[in-house]
């Protein structure tokens, strides 16, 4: 917003230009097509989601475009659906075998998140140029497996470092038809937030810790939860139930904090070729975002996240722009190829979140 | 062939090669014959040879052509013309129909409340009811013995019942065990619950635990009987198994719904979970209570001695302050009472008309 240039750089905004009612209308067909055909649109409906949210992303004055295919992402969402009952009911009836069967996840995992990588970024294009994902089973084993399991046994002080790893495996190894994407941030920029979530983390329980020292016994209560259910007395309940009540807001603060400067290191470290990018997500903002988006999907028992996700596409598209060191004309496309859905759809029924 | 001039739409074209963007035109003739032109080209191809992608709200429209360029437009309803006029396309125009008009929004809203509704309430409790049956009887031995270890190591001391009482009650647990057909390993172990108090629960392989504290409340034996009768209704009904499908299924529902929405959706789906779950807990306990109360009636057991000691249990629990958990899978005690109550009423009214 500042500054249009950068080290020569023309800063191009991207811009989102969904609209909450319009999209509200197009979720509740895919919600309901996917109930009506017991789930089996909800492939269709995952393409069409994308699509809206792909399609009405602008930068420079054209969309990205989401060009999967809803059978590819049919097929592999059934056989995750399978290995997910396998899953079930081996850890059930053999729960010494299923440790196998973990192990074994944790081998494919690599495997799933490459693929899953690759068909996201193959099946996206920007001015009919494709991106693509050539990461290696190694590094997504090293990079997912390996160096997470090692923070068991740092007390979590390696975590950063395998964040800031991860982003590096996974930027570094995408490419925008022929051109490479870098990552030029060390592990240092990571440290300093999760430094500081310790900090606030920290300073947080000693502030309840007093409030409640003071408040609980101010109202007579002097005891613990169950006794004051059990007398029914609300004065303490009200303070107990303010307390919680402050203390999820305060995580809400925490995780707009977290998302928002990680989000702004990853894209203010990003380059390809020599152009790069400027994100200034805001934790005010985002918080302000969460909370109030927290709310609506509460009271209007889910039907306002179709809102929820268009108002926080808008403020992150709104806050990130491209910085343009020559014109966009000239990147050049790779060949281009088809990958199976199946590592994708694998990775979302286990819930892998990936990506930026 | 004449070009018909009124349908010239504008946009860009991407030729597939490099992201060179050009300004384009795009017209098509009587004949369905597509022609786009740019500064430096032009391309003219059938458009039944066009790949048109869906129309998606107001996203860009994109065209793509046999040679791999794609040409991209705002322009939407100019785009659904030329489709219409050609014929093609007309099932993806459908979805985009239900999706713009604004007379559908209610109708699909309805269509997915009510089915959300009533799959959560009833089509997961008889779709994993229906699997839990179709499954072999015999759960992990393994998992029941774990979890009785664990608690032994934490919770329980051994039992100091005398054993005649013992045997006595043991006696009367195979009675009600004796004439289920399923092959569980049926076996009535006494602890010490200390600081869980007077209480029973049956693990998954058919083994009920039950306090010395639970025998010392209870004035008679029937009225333990009950207590076990219930118990085992538990395991009959593979309350265990049924209660892993159900969270299972509905985990998977709710974060499908809420999924990749932001990531606070976690905190979103926690308490609708919490709610749906003890409900379908409730379900569970009232299913055990019907089994208690069949098998007690059919014995010609008076129901009356649940709710009595039920009610003991829960003045104990007033007079203790506390034991039982608030968010605890099972209803509180009085609730629990309540609904014997009703159950027993209602049977007992239901002989007493015929």
């Known amino acids: ?356 | 062939m004449s070009v018909i001039p009124r349908n010239i739409i504008r946009g860009l074209f991407f030729d597939g090669v490099t992201s060179k963007s050009s300004d384009a035109t795009l017209t098509i003739d009587d004949a369905g014959l597509v022609h786009l032109r740019t500064n430096d080209q032009s391309v003219n191809d059938h458009i039944s040879q066009l790949h048109i992608s869906p129309r998606i709200g107001n996203t860009p429209r994109y065209l793509y052509f046999p040679n791999g360029g794609k040409f991209e437009t705002r322009e939407n309803d100019a785009i659904d013309k030329i489709l219409a006029m050609s014929g093609t396309g007309k099932g993806a125009g459908f979805i985009h129909n239900l999706e713009s008009k604004l007379r559908y929004v209610l109708p699909t809203l309805i269509i997915v409340i009510v089915s959300s509704w009533a799959f959560v309430v009833y089509g997961i409790p008889t779709l994993a009811k229906a699997a839990a049956f179709a499954l072999p009887a015999a759960t992990s031995e393994y998992i029941s013995r774990e979890a009785l270890e664990i608690m032994d190591e934490r919770v329980f001391s051994p039992s100091e019942l005398d054993s005649k009482s013992k045997k006595r009650l043991i006696a009367r647990f195979n009675d009600i065990t004796k004439t289920q057909s399923d092959k569980y390993n049926y076996q009535l172990v006494f602890r010490v619950g200390n600081k869980i108090g007077a209480n029973a629960f049956a693990l998954p392989s058919g083994t009920v635990v039950m306090t010395d504290e639970l025998v010392e409340v209870a004035r008679n034996d029937q009225e333990i009987v009950s207590v076990l009768a219930h118990e085992v209704g538990h395991v009959v009904n593979r309350h265990s198994l049924r209660r892993t499908l159900q969270g299972s299924v509905l985990a998977l529902l709710i974060a499908t719904f809420t999924g990749d929405t932001f990531s606070a959706s976690t905190l979103i789906a926690t308490l609708p979970t919490l709610l749906i779950e003890s409900g379908y807990s409730r379900d569970f306990e009232r299913e055990a209570d019907q089994f208690s109360l069949d098998y007690l009636l059919d014995n010609k057991i008076d129901p009356e001695n649940f709710g009595n000691l039920m009610v003991r249990l829960d003045e104990q629990d007033k007079e203790e302050g506390g034991g039982r958990n608030f968010f605890s899978t099972h209803p509180a005690t009085s609730e629990r009472v309540q609904m014997f109550k009703q159950g027993r009423t209602r049977k007992f009214s239901g002989k007493s008309d015929k």
């Open chain 1, 1 to 356: 917003m500042e500054q249009p240039q950068e080290q020569g750089r023309t800063a191009l905004p991207f811009e989102f230009t969904g609209n909450g009612f319009e999209y509200f209308k197009i979720w509740i067909v895919n919600v309901c097509l996917s109930i009506v055909t017991l789930g089996i649109y909800s492939a269709w409906a995952k393409v069409r989601n994308h699509q809206y949210f792909y399609g009405n992303t602008i930068l420079s004055g054209s969309s990205f475009a989401y060009l999967a295919n809803p059978i590819a992402i049919l097929k592999g969402r059934l056989i995750a659906f399978f290995v997910f009952i396998i899953y079930l009911l081996i850890s059930r009836y053999y729960p010494v075998e299923s440790i196998i069967f973990s192990l074994l996840f944790a081998i494919l995992l690599p495997w799933v998140i490459v693929r899953a990588l690759t068909f996201r970024a193959r099946y996206t294009s920007y001015r009919n140029i494709r991106f693509n994902f050539k990461g290696s089973y190694g590094g997504a084993l090293m990079n997912f497996i390996l160096l997470p399991f090692a923070t068991l046994f740092t007390l979590g002080l390696l975590y950063p470092y395998v964040i800031q790893q991860q982003t590096l495996y996974i930027l570094g190894n995408h490419s925008y038809g022929a051109s490479q994407f870098s990552f030029s941030a060390g592990a240092g920029p990571f440290y300093k937030v999760f430094l500081m979530i310790i900090l606030i983390g920290i300073g947080l329980a000693i502030f309840m810790g007093i409030l409640s020292a003071i408040f609980i016994p101010l109202a007579g209560g002097g005891s613990d939860l169950k006794t004051a259910i059990e007398n029914e007395d609300y004065s303490v309940l009200t303070i107990i139930g303010a307390i919680y009540l402050f203390t999820l807001v305060f995580y809400l603060y925490i995780g707009a904090y977290y998302i928002a400067s990680v989000t702004n290191i990853i894209f203010n470290n990003a380059g390809i070729e020599e152009h790069g990018f400027t994100s200034n997500l805001a934790t005010n903002d985002m918080f302000m975002l969460y909370l109030t988006n927290t709310l609506a999907i509460l009271a209007t028992v889910g039907l306002f996240i179709p809102w929820a996700k268009v108002r926080m596409a808008r403020y992150r598209a709104g806050r990130l722009k491209f910085l343009a060191a020559e014109s966009l004309d000239k990147f050049i496309a790779d060949e281009s190829g088809k990958v199976s859905a199946m590592g994708e759809e694998i990775g979302e029924v286990f819930d892998i979140d990936i990506g930026l």
